[in-house]
């Protein structure tokens, strides 16, 4: 018995060793030099070992290694390793790769998250590589400047979206209104009432995250919520407007009920309720509508922009990037990542895989190319985004650090004044003073 | 009514109860099985209806395509390596180290055991950066060894779930053992070992489904998806601002559900018969 | 004294054994511990390096952060709840399977299903289909009599319960390890009672439940820390909704560690925690002496 047990143990921590042994190396990217010698490459004088990361779902997971496929082929010397995950997943471990120095050599990044890497040096500046390695020239100056920072170049945009109503347009029919680009609060209201009087569907604004509908309401005042690290606004009245429409909401019974608001937080499009029929519109950005049109098949779905406050001074609308691709700084294949990133960019063939997974491509010619090819909800996408360009204006600085919890915060005032704890008054000057402290917090 | 009548009746109702109850228990399994072969649209628009409108097969296929070529049949095999190793180190090494805590006397004895008490109360999000710089260092990042490895030292929900069963065996036994020549490693051995045999399978089979579900450890020590576990693949099929593929997610997590349903199956008959001179009668 | 007879000394000999416990602590376990200790006086945000900031994670915890008394309030509440609830629950299921039946393999299974599906995501959405107001739960109170309609999960004073009664309804467990338990009390002893003519009633507080006790120790303490560090259910089904009365103290330690990038709070949040843990796990050990009954004693 004893030996058998010893024997065992002995077979096992063999094999764990020989795990162990086999992928020791996977950690820096440039020690598969040894390798390079049996390539047939003639270009190639070693292996460069790229790791790309990337969180996404089956679709964005199977293209995005077919384009890095292609690339392989059409560059021998180059290997990609791959890393994927889910979103939240993505993030927990981006922070610990970060915080032991081994990131991954490229990165998806997210317009909410660049800049505390760019922040923190985590990123590297691709500037250098610009109009070389990585062309820009067909790319919309708009897609070029939401990488910059300080002036130097550290994420390509991918794909380009924008704040989008999705709605469901036998709902608003049935309802007897009409819904176009730039309409105004008041007459979505209008609308609302309406269509809840008629179908029993309600709507919303952005409850699960409320702070992209504060940000937009303070753009159309001609201000930016988040400015130098601080809030770019000088008091409550500001943010008044944003918590005053779900307290109206509430009152006058169009706004969607709060259990189902609060079962619907963080649980995906498919039991969205849009989807579930229970709500007849749902403000998010342009890129989800293929999903929303995936997931609810049994509705024709129609796009606008969301309604713009009444009084607004400024163009409420803006483009933002969908996400980025990035370089680590501590990256030793810049250049060649850089040259990836191009491929991504500027490579028509490999939009024919990609397609708009990651959005509206922000190349021009790329966007001419695939247009024949993608289907009837990706058309509706490009024709949107085409159309709303003359109602935007400049894209907001990235958030500071400190947001998120900003934001969790604004849902947490919001969630109160739905369920009728707090006047939309005292939302706002709750909001305006931890706000404040949060990001000061933070800052120092 | 006789006696052997109302011990009938009584042995009826106790299995139509235990019946009623073990679906209560079984619904949200049942619908998720049964949503697998729900079209995707259909899973949440028809939630209240166990039976799906049309039986789909293609939620299996899809889901066990896996992604970037990387099909279902590498993660299994993958969950399967890490759960079988990392849980035959955890029973014998907890059984071996609670023996120890639970037979002999030493110096700072209940400072170790403490000790072991406490890591179970770190959080795991807390001490994963410090965790993970140490497995860098070793080179282990990228490789199966830090979801494996550590279990050879013993876990201590094992640990200390043997020592409860090895305090519960009178100490004669040790003492009839110690003269009939037997040393401390042989008493652990020959009287010990067969003895706690429920432990041991009690401790395999939540070893195994803990590293089963386990994906946190397995996202951040791998890094190539053809190294990924069941578990982390599964998550893979819902990305809350993009699609989510929730019928081939319920597919495949149906299916990874078996081999712990299996592997309690079949351990659970020990727990039942465990060792012929113990264990409770009616 | 030879190296064999050393060897053979109890002391030597307890050493050899736990010797792999030592090594896997100090080589996993106590650096980041201490680490995290360390980390708990700093402001640190993970992608740049910490800064010492002294006791200030601590003032600002207790004097300055309402949501940590309210999860920790939560986190109370939800575990002095749930712990004897599910245990109780997981003796007693384990009592009536006990008895061999042919069926009784299968019942196992199937009461230790819930258990098995853990944390999943089929759980997260049944979960929150069964007690939405036009739900399930509703439903069945209706057709017994008592017409309901109270949404469960937006419902500050209910919502806590459906969480408690899912940690019920996964006691699978807890019941496993009383089965196993169960199993290990020699029939002798129940036979020498029979003889003795002791009714079932008598045989389950003279024998079943003091030879149970050291399992039934086990449990109490495994499911205190479990439940105070429980985590999947608040993540994956209420996220603290509504108005944070189901935040779970570790779900707030982890946005402020790794959402609100504010890791140095976080790992003051965990040690808070673990002493208060700790503390509660002495007290039951202490008390243990007196009514836990081991047979090699």
């Keep these: 018995m004893k030996k058998r047990i010893l024997s065992i143990a002995l077979a096992c921590a063999m094999i764990v060793a020989s795990f162990a042994g086999c992928g020791g190396g996977t950690t820096t990217s440039t020690d598969a030099g040894s390798a390079a010698g049996s390539d047939a490459s003639q270009a190639a004088t070693e292996t460069k070992k790229i790791r790309v990361a990337w969180w996404g779902n089956q679709v964005r997971n199977d293209r995005t290694t077919k384009v890095l496929k292609m690339y392989e082929e059409k560059n021998p010397g180059v290997k990609f390793e791959t890393e994927f995950s889910d979103w939240s997943g993505y993030w927990d471990k981006m922070a610990t790769e970060a915080a032991a120095n081994s990131m991954p050599d490229i990165i998806q990044m997210d317009y909410q998250y660049i800049k505390q890497y760019v922040n923190k040096k985590q990123l590297a500046d691709l500037t250098p590589y610009v109009g070389k390695q990585l062309k820009l020239d067909d790319v919309s100056q708009f897609s070029v400047d939401v990488g910059k920072f300080n002036d130097k170049l550290y994420g390509v945009s991918l794909g380009v979206t924008s704040p989008a109503m999705i709605y469901d347009i036998d709902s608003v029919q049935q309802a007897g209104v009409t819904l176009k680009n730039g309409m105004t609060m008041s007459e979505f209201i209008d609308a609302a009432k309406k269509i809840k009087e008629k179908t029993g569907k309600t709507c919303d604004f952005v409850y699960s995250d409320g702070e992209t509908m504060m940000e937009y309401l303070v753009r159309g005042q001609g201000k930016v919520l988040f400015q130098d690290g601080k809030l770019g606004i000088d008091s409550s009245k500001d943010v008044l407007p944003f918590f005053q429409l779900f307290e109206d909401g509430v009152k006058g019974g169009y706004l969607t009920s709060a259990e189902d608001l609060d079962a619907s937080v963080g649980t995906g499009i498919e039991q969205g309720l849009l989807v579930l029929g229970k709500q007849w519109e749902v403000m998010t950005t342009s890129n989800q509508l293929s999903a929303y049109a995936a997931a609810a098949k049994d509705k024709k779905l129609g796009i606008v922009t969301w309604p713009v406050g009444d009084n607004d001074t400024q163009k409420a609308m803006f483009l933002k990037p969908s996400m980025y691709f990035s370089v680590s700084a501590a990256s030793k294949n810049v250049e060649e990542c850089a040259k990836v990133i191009d491929f991504f960019t500027n490579n028509a063939e490999a939009y024919e895989t990609l397609l708009t997974d990651r959005g509206v491509p922000v190349s021009n010619k790329v966007q001419e190319a695939i247009k024949p090819k993608v289907d009837e909800s990706s058309k509706q996408l490009f024709d949107y985004i085409s159309a709303i360009e003359s109602e935007c204006s400049d894209t907001n600085p990235p958030p500071p650090a400190g947001m998120t919890e900003v934001a969790t915060l604004a849902h947490n005032l919001t969630e109160q004044v739905v369920y009728q704890k707090l006047t939309a008054q005292q939302a706002a000057d709750q909001f305006f003073t931890q706000a404040n402290a949060i990001l000061k917090k933070a800052a120092g | 009514m006789n006696y052997t009548q109302r011990k009938k009746i009584g042995t009826v109702i106790y299995h139509i109860l235990i019946c009623f109850f073990g679906i209560v228990m079984i619904y949200p399994l049942l619908w998720m099985v049964m949503s697998s072969f729900k079209d995707n649209t259909e899973i949440f628009t028809n939630a209240k209806s166990l039976i799906p409108k049309t039986f789909e097969l293609t939620n299996y296929s899809t889901g066990w395509a896996g992604f970037g070529g990387i099909s279902f049949s590498v993660f299994f095999r993958n969950s399967f390596v890490i759960c079988i190793l990392a849980t035959v180190g955890t029973v014998i090494s907890s059984a071996v180290i609670a023996y120890g805590f639970s037979r002999c006397n030493f110096k700072l004895r209940g400072f170790w055991f403490a000790c072991m008490i406490v890591s179970m109360m770190m959080p795991f999000q807390i001490i994963m950066i410090p965790q993970f710089i140490i497995f860098k260092q070793l080179n282990w990042v990228g490789t199966f060894a830090p979801l494996i490895v550590p279990y050879f030292f013993g876990l201590p929900f094992g640990i200390f779930l043997i020592m409860q069963f090895i305090r519960g065996i009178p100490r004669e036994l040790d003492e009839a053992a110690k003269i009939d020549g037997c040393s401390i490693y042989g008493i652990f051995v020959r009287v010990i070992l067969p003895l706690i045999v429920p432990a041991l399978v009690t401790t395999a089979i939540f070893s195994f489904m803990w590293r089963w579900d386990d994906f946190l450890a397995a996202l951040l020590y791998l890094n190539k998806p053809s190294f990924y576990p069941v578990s982390l693949a599964l998550k893979m099929f819902s990305d809350p601002s993009a699609q989510s593929n929730w019928g081939s997610m319920f597919a495949m997590a149906s299916l990874s559900l078996i081999p712990i349903f299996v592997i309690f199956i079949t351990m659970q008959k020990y727990l039942v018969e465990g060792i012929s001179t113990t264990g409770m009668k009616d | ?297």
């Design chain 3, 1 to 297: 004294m030879t190296i064999k007879q050393k060897l053979n000394r109890e002391s030597t000999a307890g050493y050899v054994f736990i010797l792999p416990f030592i090594i896997g602590f100090l080589a996993f376990t106590i650096i980041p511990i201490f680490f995290s200790f360390a980390l708990s006086f700093t402001s640190y945000d993970v992608l740049s390096a910490p800064k010492f900031i002294g006791i200030d994670n601590y003032v600002q915890m207790f004097t300055n952060d309402s949501k940590f008394w309210k999860s920790m309030g939560v986190t109370f509440y939800y575990a002095l709840v749930s712990v004897p609830l599910r245990l109780i629950f997981a003796l007693l299921v384990a009592m009536i399977l006990v008895r061999p039946s042919k069926a009784s393999g299968v019942y196992r299974a199937i009461y230790y299903l819930p258990s098995i599906m853990g944390g999943s995501v089929a759980v997260a959405v049944l979960w929150k289909r069964l007690f939405a107001s036009d739900g399930a739960i509703n439903a069945l109170l209706q057709l017994v009599g008592i017409p309901c309609k109270i949404a469960w999960l937006s419902n500050t004073s209910t919502a806590i319960w459906t969480l408690i009664i899912l940690a019920v309804w996964q006691f699978g467990s807890s019941m496993l390890i009383f089965l196993s338990g169960l199993k290990q009390i020699p029939v002798t002893y129940y036979e020498a009672a029979t003889i003795d003519g002791a009714g079932k009633m008598k045989q389950f507080f003279s024998i079943t439940l003091p030879m149970l006790t050291p399992v039934i120790f086990f449990n109490l303490v495994m499911q205190l820390i479990n439940g105070f560090m429980a985590f999947t259910q608040c993540y994956i089904i209420t996220q603290g909704k509504p108005l944070d009365s189901t935040l779970f103290y570790t779900v707030y330690m982890y946005q402020n560690s790794f959402q609100f990038n504010q890791m140095g709070y976080g790992c003051a949040m965990a040690w808070v925690m673990l002493l208060i843990v700790a503390l509660l796990t002495g007290v039951l050990f202490k008390t243990s002496n007196n009514w836990v009954y081991y047979a090699s004693k």
